[in-house]
């Protein structure tokens, strides 16, 4: 069970083989061991097609691994059935991506509800705890607006209020400042560290060593292999 000193991610010899025993096989991860605490604010680094995607889908529990194991809140994923992977999904993991991926004809209030289940939280809940959402990350006067009327940092902002409705211990964020100017990935940092500070579990997935520098902590993946990088 999760309790202090359990590592909210924790994964052992973690490896992913694609189209293993073809001739297009590739080895994405070879025998990741990565520990994270609650609270921590890590960077992951490293070139194109080194793994970093493989590596966070594995931990989003959008894809499972070739072998190896993960311990999501101290709990082994591959003891779980479809139905309750997908509300480990839903109760443990936030999820940001650099294109937003925001809902268009929708408002950023409906775009921020959207995680939670229809059936289990009536309207007026929803427009709530969506409105505080927004709030949260500076943008309780925009609700109505759509994902159009807003700039692209109001949208990345709008993707967290997401990626937090469901109160998440863990936000993992691929490449979140990657289409944004670097004073607006500026604040999206500013943001992170505060939801660091507010015991959120924070990964962030980047290529850029001036946005991994924003981090407590920076891995770097290499042909698939993680190393934990010196600081001076
Ligand atoms: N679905 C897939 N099928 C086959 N190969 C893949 C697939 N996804 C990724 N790869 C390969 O795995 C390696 C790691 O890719 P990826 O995790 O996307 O790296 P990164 O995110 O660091 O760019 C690359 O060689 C890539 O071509
Ligand atoms: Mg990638």
């Known amino acids: 069970m999760s309790g202090a000193d359990t590592p909210v991610i924790e994964t052992r010899a973690l490896r992913k083989v694609y189209a293993e025993g073809t001739e297009a096989e590739v080895v994405a991860l070879h025998g990741v061991d990565l520990r ?3 609270g921590e604010f890590i960077a992951i680094m490293g070139p194109s097609g080194s793994g970093k995607s493989t590596l966070m889908n594995l931990i989003g529990c ?3 691994p070739t072998s190896g194991q993960y311990l999501c809140d101290g709990i082994d994923v591959a ?23 925001l809902l268009p004809r929708m408002s950023a209030e409906d775009n921020v ?14 427009r709530r705890m969506a409105q505080e959402a927004l709030a949260a990350v500076g943008l309780g006067g925009r609700t ?16 967290i209020a997401r990626a937090l409705i469901n109160r ?15 004073k607006t990935g500026e604040e999206i940092l500013a943001l992170f560290k505060r939801l660091r500070d507010e015991d959120h579990t924070v990964v962030l997935i980047t290529h850029d060593a001036e946005v991994a520098a924003h981090a407590d902590r920076t891995c770097v993946m290499r042909d ?6 010196e600081r001076p």
């Open 36 to 38: 994270i605490a609650r």
């Open 62 to 64: 959008l894809d499972t």
């Open 79 to 101: 003891t779980l059935d479809r139905e309750e992977l997908a509300a480990l999904r839903r109760d443990k993991i936030g999820f940001v991506f650099q294109g937003f991926n």
């Open 113 to 126: 509800a959207m995680p939670l289940g229809y059936a289990q939280v009536p309207p007026a809940e929803r």
């Open 144 to 159: 109505h607006h759509r994902p159009s009327e807003l700039s692209g940092g109001q949208q990345q902002r709008v993707a």
């Open 168 to 182: 998440p211990p863990i936000l993992l964020a691929d490449e979140p400042t990657g289409a944004l100017d670097s």
């Open 224 to 229: 698939g292999e993680l190393h934990e990088e």
